[in-house]
């Protein structure tokens, strides 16, 4: 230990308190980038962090800290670390925590609580917050005790990366945090394997495996359908390996984009609500392989796909969901990269005769994507002002290299570029907050992955509604320095409920008018870069601008359609029949 020794009785123990051991247990974690607003529960803490040399930011919205935390915790597999003071810092937490939950994204939120020896006594800022977090995470750990603060941190990372991650609390009154003990050296121990994710691989039962192979050998035109569990096993050498070797198609949810590359010759692209050719795909299949993914209501269309006749093997982490929304015929309980090694071992012997059977099927892959594409043209290559998001997506997959990260918000953001954002290479290079789906998570977002990212260059999308939310966080971004460009998909809406309202209620608009702003112009006066864009045709210098700014960030503000009939992806809506209780998107 390197931190001066205090103890009259030994020169090994020292005195710590509640703050210091939290700080020295982060420390030795190897801990990024944290996000936080401070309180008086948790100073000692911050003290010490400081006295570490530990980084961490002040965030406007503890919220905000929780979603940087949890898109660190995508780009680097390891969790992300925030914190909260009592009551309101609490409560501002509880949407990121959910979107953690909902995604297993692993990370661990340091929340002070009230001094014991005032608690329910109308003490300031006092809530019950301990019931209004624990629904929010994978664990909540009290902390009673200074002297057990290096066991319960190292209990909160075992239960952040291990089975499916998830997020943790570490509760930690006043008194707690500003306790003291003599720790011993060894009490800051920590499990190495706790530390990433995945924490510990499980395989499948060696018989599940034998019978999804018989299937998978059978099948003339199987589908791998691939969700955000490949990036938390870092399956994706051994997807891809297994989809080569054996001449099967990969289709990917949003948080599955970057399995294999979007831009691979087997990438079918997303499907469930918006897909380009994989929902067609997944109609004439014959064996589906579902792996790390929940087939929840967007992967499935609400619950329409995949067909019930076409059998289906089920590849997951956590046992529960395999068979919640749809039967399997081989349920596979395992680690998404250790399931797919066993697969392709299985079928080792029927790899040549598995190619040459399929030659024709995977043949089909890139010629429909061309017919796709040709009949998607008019749109990805429209000139129409103001801009059609179709166009903008194109621009982005032009301009971005393929080492960068876009991080896309909840709204159209999302929505678009999940559709039609092409990844480059292997690996999470897309990352959207499917988890919780909440507006507003793509600008502080976008600050965790780029603090995250050492080199790779970081672009956050965002709706105008979702910006608004976080503009605070602007702030952040210029204070820490990140050269994050941000694009504002600036539709004057809250688009996604103005575009439904239409179809809907037959142009009847309530509350999804948002008033005409210029985000560049605020963006400059905050002491950021800002560019307006209204001609398509200048996105792609306003997209290398903003990617050659190293230091401080740049706001994108990229005015499209205004025409709620023309919102939805790849969907005309006014075209769309709806009757009352339908939802088309
Ligand atoms: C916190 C939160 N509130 C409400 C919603 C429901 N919602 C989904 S998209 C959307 C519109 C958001 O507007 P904006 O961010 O401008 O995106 P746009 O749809 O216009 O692209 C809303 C309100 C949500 N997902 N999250
Ligand atoms: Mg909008």
């Known amino acids: 230990m390197n931190a001066p020794v205090s103890s009259t009785v030994s020169n090994s123990i020292r005195k710590l308190n509640g703050g210091q051991a939290l700080a020295e247990m982060l420390k030795a974690s190897g801990v990024g980038p944290m996000f936080g607003m401070g309180g008086f529960q948790l100073l000692p803490f911050y003290e010490a962090m400081r006295a570490l040399g530990l980084r961490h930011f002040l965030i406007n919205d503890e919220r905000c800290g ?47 609580d009230a001094n014991r020896e005032h608690a329910w006594k109308n003490m300031t800022q006092e809530a019950r917050q301990v019931e209004i977090l624990k629904p929010a995470v994978k664990e909540l750990i009290r902390v009673e005790a200074t002297k057990r603060i290096p066991e319960l941190v190292r209990r909160a990372f075992a239960a952040a990366t291990s089975g499916r991650p998830g997020p943790v609390v570490l509760d930690v009154p006043e008194d707690v945090c500003h306790g003291e003990h003599d720790f011993k050296p060894e009490d800051f121990a920590l ?14 039962d060696r018989a599940d495996v034998a019978r999804a192979a018989a299937l998978i050998a059978r099948a003339e035109r199987p589908l791998l359908l691939v969700g955000g569990g490949i990036h938390l096993s870092a399956g994706q050498q051994a997807l891809l390996g ?6 099967i198609p990969v289709a990917h949810t949003m948080s599955g984009k970057g399995g294999i590359a979007c831009t691979h010759p087997l990438s079918v692209g997303l499907f469930g609500r918006y897909s380009r050719i994989a929902n067609e795909l997944i109609e004439a299949s014959d064996c589906l392989v579902v792996v790390g993914c929940k087939l929840g209501e967007i992967a499935t269309k609400r619950y329409a796909l995949p067909p019930e006749r076409i059998p289906l093997i089920h590849l997951d982490i956590l046992a529960e969901e395999i068979g919640r929304c749809r039967a399997a015929d081989v349920a596979l309980w395992g680690d998404a990269r250790a399931g797919l090694e066993d697969l392709a071992e299985a079928l080792a012997d029927e790899t040549k005769r598995a190619r040459a059977a399929r030659a024709d099927y995977i043949a089909e892959i890139p010629s429909r994507m061309t017919t796709w594409r040709d009949e998607a043209a008019a749109r990805l290559d429209s000139a129409e002002r103001p801009i059609h998001m179709a166009r903008l997506c194109t621009e982005l997959n032009k301009a971005l290299p393929a080492d960068s990260i876009l991080v896309a918000d909840g709204g159209f953001a999302g929505h678009w570029t999940g559709l039609l954002y092409d990844t480059k290479s292997p690996g999470r290079h897309f990352i959207p907050d499917r988890g919780l789906a909440s507006i507003g998570y793509g600008l502080p977002g976008g600050i965790g992955a780029a603090l995250a990212a ?13 910006f608004n939310m976080m503009l605070g966080e602007l702030e952040t971004a210029r204070r820490a320095g990140v050269g994050l460009t941000i694009v504002v998909v ?30 560049a112009a605020i963006a400059r006066a905050m002491g950021c870069n800002g560019v307006r864009v209204e001609d398509p045709g200048r ?37 769309v029949e709806i009757k009352q209780g339908d939802r088309v998107a």
Request: hydrophobic share 40%.
């Open 191 to 204: 499990d190495p394997s706790t530390l990433s994710v995945p924490a510990r691989r499980i395989r499948p």
């Open 490 to 519: 600036n539709n004057a809406a809250s688009g996604y409920v103005k575009a439904l309202q239409h179809a809907m209620f037959r142009g009847r608009y309530q509350s999804s008018d948002l008033v005409e702003m210029d985000y």
């Open 242 to 247: 297994f989809a080569e070797a054996q001449s």
């Open 66 to 112: 929780a979603f940087a935390s949890d898109a660190y915790a995508r780009v680097t597999n390891r969790p992300g670390v925030c914190d909260a003071t009592l009551g309101p810092g609490a409560t501002n937490l509880v949407t990121a925590l959910i979107e953690s939950l909902n995604a297993g994204m692993p990370q661990i939120a340091i929340v002070g």
């Open 539 to 575: 996105l792609g210098e306003a997209l290398r601008a903003g990617l050659g700014e190293r230091t401080r960030p740049t706001v994108l503000d990229v005015v499209v359609t205004r025409d709620p009939g023309r919102m939805l992806p790849a969907v005309d809506n006014r075209t």
């Open 454 to 466: 050492a080199t790779a260059p970081v672009v956050a999308i965002t709706g105008d509604g979702g």
